[in-house]
Structures are given as structure tokens and as C-alpha cells.
Nanobody, 122 residues
């Protein structure tokens, strides 16, 4: 069992940066792949990024590639999402998720946080 808690969301102007954190409690965090997803108003939840258990492999949605960076600290049981050059279309609730295998698909993740709101003003 893992419990996940996101933090770091907020209001930022376009072009600004935020760093989201997802703290995990429970056993064997380091054995889980971690993903970030987001849900914008009126839209379906969409994939943002994932990182494998070791941190050796990452991948990103095309819409955030080159602007967002996912990383993890297994010693701190935390995964991060550094978001730079933010755009109004990045406005969404951001969720972290965990599963034994990295995936682009939300339905394959077993554990989810409650989400943190990111709002980017133009």
C-alpha cells in the first residue's frame, strides 16, 4: 500500500515555474514507477510524465517535453515535477500516481494522490 500526497501547486504567470512534489508513505516506494497526470477543466485526465523505479528512464507528453522534468529521490520517498515556461493551457489539477510498471495510461496505475491545483494566468 502506498499513500501519495501532492504539494507545490499554485497560481503563476505565464512563463513562470513551479515545482510539484509527491510524497509517498508506505513500503517499497523505490520499487514503484511514478507518473504525473493532469485534468484540465472540462477535459479528460491526461498523461504528463513518468519515471521508472530507478529513475533511469523518463518520458513526457509532447505538450510538456522540453519544459517539464520529472525526477525522484528514493531516499526521501518523493517524486518531483519541475515545470518551467508555464502556459495557460497547463492549468489543471495535477496528480501523481504509482504502479509497479511505468505506463502512459492512467487506468494502469494502482495508487493516486488527491491532486494539486496549478493555475497559469496569461
Amino acid at each position: 500500500q502506498l499513500q501519495l500526497a501532492e504539494s507545490g501547486g499554485g497560481l503563476v504567470q505565464a512563463g513562470g515555474s513551479l515545482r510539484l512534489s509527491c510524497a509517498a508513505s508506505g513500503r517499497a516506494f523505490s520499487s514503484y514507477a511514478m507518473g504525473w497526470f493532469r485534468r484540465a477543466p472540462g477535459k479528460e485526465r491526461e498523461f504528463v510524465a513518468f519515471i521508472t523505479w530507478s529513475g533511469g528512464t523518463t518520458d513526457y507528453a509532447d505538450s510538456v517535453k522540453g519544459r517539464f522534468t520529472i525526477s525522484r529521490d528514493n531516499g526521501e520517498n518523493t517524486v518531483y515535477l519541475q515545470m518551467n515556461s508555464l502556459k495557460p493551457e497547463d492549468t489543471a489539477v495535477y496528480y501523481c500516481a504509482a504502479d509497479k510498471h511505468s505506463s502512459y495510461y492512467a487506468q494502469e496505475y494502482d495508487y493516486w494522490g488527491q491532486g494539486t491545483q496549478v493555475t497559469v494566468s496569461s
